[in-house]
């Protein structure tokens, strides 16, 4: 059994938001095009939303004298600091308007914990507390999971390397995956420690035949 899983495909991601991962004006049209197809292709499709409070401790706003990318303690760890996005009920945290949402079969709501910082579609920063994937995938009988959307380097990562260690087949569709800061020259490096590290790489013809 399959799922596809939609990451993070949110206004507040893409170019006039705070944190503009989605720079391709026909991204979400390539999206939606595979989404058309995921009734043959796919058990269920997925999608994941970024859904912060207000008072979110991961916020630049939210700690005086610092600024965004500024980095804190919180939990023992090293957080960076975000421009605020994705409120709660705000235009920024709604799906992308172009993006067929129809098809969705479950949306997970992730980052509503103000006191932990979340990518991961499974799991927030260390682990404090887990969404509801795992349990919506497990009672789905899912075993593997392909993964589109925002951003490598803003969650699709961890993503990866969480769903493996819960025992799922990760697959990351390269080309419907971009990259928000991560450097040029570490891009190809990142994907090919993904596959050293048993994630699965397609691009998104593979899946359009």
């Given at each position: 059994?399959?799922?596809?899983?939609?990451?993070?495909?949110?206004?507040?991601?893409?170019?006039?938001?705070?944190?503009?991962?989605?720079?391709?004006?026909?991204?979400?049209?390539?999206?939606?095009?595979?989404?058309?197809?995921?009734?043959?292709?796919?058990?269920?499709?997925?999608?994941?939303?970024?859904?912060?409070?207000?008072?979110?401790h991961?916020?630049?706003?939210?700690?005086?004298?610092?600024?965004?990318?500024?980095?804190?303690?919180?939990?023992?760890?090293r957080?960076?600091?975000?421009?605020?996005?994705?409120?709660?009920?705000?235009?920024?945290?709604?799906?992308?308007?172009?993006l067929?949402?129809?098809?969705?079969?479950?949306?997970?709501?992730?980052?509503?914990?103000?006191m932990?910082d979340?990518?991961?579609?499974?799991?927030?920063?260390?682990?404090?507390?887990?969404?509801?994937?795992?349990?919506?995938?497990?009672?789905?009988?899912?075993?593997?999971?392909?993964?589109?959307?925002?951003?490598?380097?803003?969650?699709?990562?961890?993503?990866?390397?969480?769903?493996?260690?819960?025992?799922?087949?990760?697959?990351?569709?390269?080309?419907?995956?971009?990259?928000?800061?991560?450097p040029e020259?570490?891009?190809?490096?990142?994907?090919?420690?993904?596959?050293?590290?048993?994630?699965?790489?397609?691009?998104?013809?593979?899946?359009?035949?």
């Amino acid at each position: 059994m399959k799922c596809l899983l939609v990451h993070d495909l949110q206004n507040d991601f893409f170019a006039q938001g705070p944190i503009p991962s989605i720079k391709s004006l026909d991204f979400v049209d390539r999206v939606n095009q595979l989404l058309r197809l995921s009734g043959k292709k796919f058990d269920a499709v997925v999608a994941s939303q970024d859904y912060h409070k207000p008072q979110h401790h991961a916020f630049a706003s939210n700690n005086p004298g610092k600024k965004i990318e500024d980095k804190i303690e919180l939990h023992h760890d090293r957080q960076f600091l975000w421009a605020d996005h994705c409120i709660q009920n705000t235009p920024g945290a709604a799906f992308h308007p172009a993006l067929d949402v129809y098809y969705f079969s479950y949306v997970i709501k992730k980052g509503m914990n103000p006191m932990y910082d979340t990518g991961s579609a499974f799991f927030d920063k260390g682990k404090g507390e887990k969404t509801l994937l795992d349990e919506y995938l497990k009672f789905k009988a899912i075993k593997e999971v392909y993964v589109l959307g925002n951003a490598i380097d803003l969650g699709i990562t961890q993503t990866a390397f969480d769903g493996m260690e819960l025992g799922y087949k990760m697959t990351l569709i390269r080309d419907l995956c971009p990259t928000y800061k991560l450097p040029e020259d570490k891009v190809e490096f990142r994907w090919e420690d993904l596959k050293q590290k048993g994630v699965r790489v397609i691009m998104s013809d593979v899946l359009n035949v």
